[in-house]
C-alpha cells in the first residue's frame, strides 16, 4: 500500500515545472565567538531553491483585518535569514514547516 502523502511530496517539483514556484535565495550569516581571545568571525552562507510570495490576510477578534507576507519555499528557512525573491530582498520572521507525515514537503515563512 502506498504511503497517503506520497503524492504530495512530488507537488514542488510540479510547481517548479509549471513556473508556479520560482528561483530564489536565502542568505544566512553564521558566525562563531571565541570568549578565550575575544575574536567574532562572521560568514555567509547562499542556500538555493524555489519560492513564491502571497498575501494572507485574517480577521482578528476586534474585527481588524490583518494582512502579513508569507514565502513558501523547497529550502528549509531561519528566522533571520535574507530572502531574495525577484529584484525585493525580505527577512523571514518567522517559520512553519509543511510535514503533515513528520517528513517535509514545504516551509512557509512570514517575512517582512
Known amino acids: ?21 520560482v528561483p ?10 571565541n ?4 575574536d567574532k568571525t562572521n560568514s555567509t552562507s547562499i542556500i538555493a531553491g ?6 494572507r490576510k485574517t480577521r482578528a477578534d476586534d474585527g481588524s483585518i490583518k494582512t502579513a507576507m508569507i514565502a513558501k519555499l523547497t529550502v528549509e528557512p531561519l528566522i533571520g535569514d535574507k530572502l531574495n ?3 525585493k530582498i525580505y527577512t523571514i520572521d518567522e ?3 509543511i ?8 516551509f512557509e515563512a512570514i517575512v517582512s
Open 1 to 21: 500500500m502506498t504511503d497517503f502523502y506520497s503524492p504530495f511530496r512530488a507537488l514542488p517539483q510540479a510547481f517548479i515545472d509549471l513556473g508556479a514556484l
Open 24 to 33: 530564489i535565495t536565502l542568505t544566512r550569516d553564521n558566525g562563531t565567538f
Open 35 to 38: 570568549p578565550a581571545t575575544m
Open 50 to 55: 524555489h519560492g513564491v510570495l502571497s498575501v
Open 85 to 87: 525573491i525577484g529584484s
Open 95 to 97: 517559520t512553519t514547516t
Open 99 to 106: 510535514a503533515p507525515d513528520g517528513n517535509p514537503i514545504m
